[in-house]
């Protein structure tokens, strides 16, 4: 299963019928960078956004690319890493509130990197656990 298949259901079961999968594939791509036909999410993007904004985000980046448990994160955080607006036009193109769709998206996108960075792979974008501390020293050092 594809990370966009991923979100999709994990959107779906949060919403419930109220939305048909190729609407939330059509508004996640869109959002995450890809389509729904190409599957194409900018995950590692995800991850610069976090590292680069700092307040704990650090830690609960590297809990989703880790083999641990997720730590959650808040639907205020979700439209600070994607983009207010972006978030906002989720939620429009799904014809959902848009706190809901904040919501939605805390559940899913944690999910997702996690899946993503199965055995590196977004990991390995990055430089690394060690790459990604790196990039974040950076900004705080």
Do not use: Y
Not at 4 to 12: A, Y
Request: charged residues 15%.
């Amino acid at each position: 299963m594809d990370l966009m298949q991923i979100g999709v259901q994990l959107i779906q079961s949060k919403l419930g019928n109220n939305v048909n999968d190729s609407g939330i594939a059509d508004a996640l791509g869109a959002l995450l960078g890809g389509t729904s036909n190409s599957g194409g999410i900018d995950l590692a993007g995800i991850v610069n956004n976090m590292l680069t904004q700092g307040g704990g985000l650090e830690n609960i980046i590297g809990s989703w690319l880790g083999d641990g448990a997720n730590e959650s994160i808040s639907a205020g955080q979700i439209k600070d890493i994607l983009g207010g607006d972006k978030v906002a036009a989720f939620a429009n193109q799904l014809g959902i509130d848009e706190d809901i769709a904040a919501d939605s998206l805390a559940e899913a996108v944690p999910q997702m990197v996690d899946k993503g960075s199965t055995g590196g792979s977004l990991l390995d974008a990055v430089g690394g656990i060690d790459g990604a501390l790196n990039l974040a020293r950076k900004f705080f050092g």
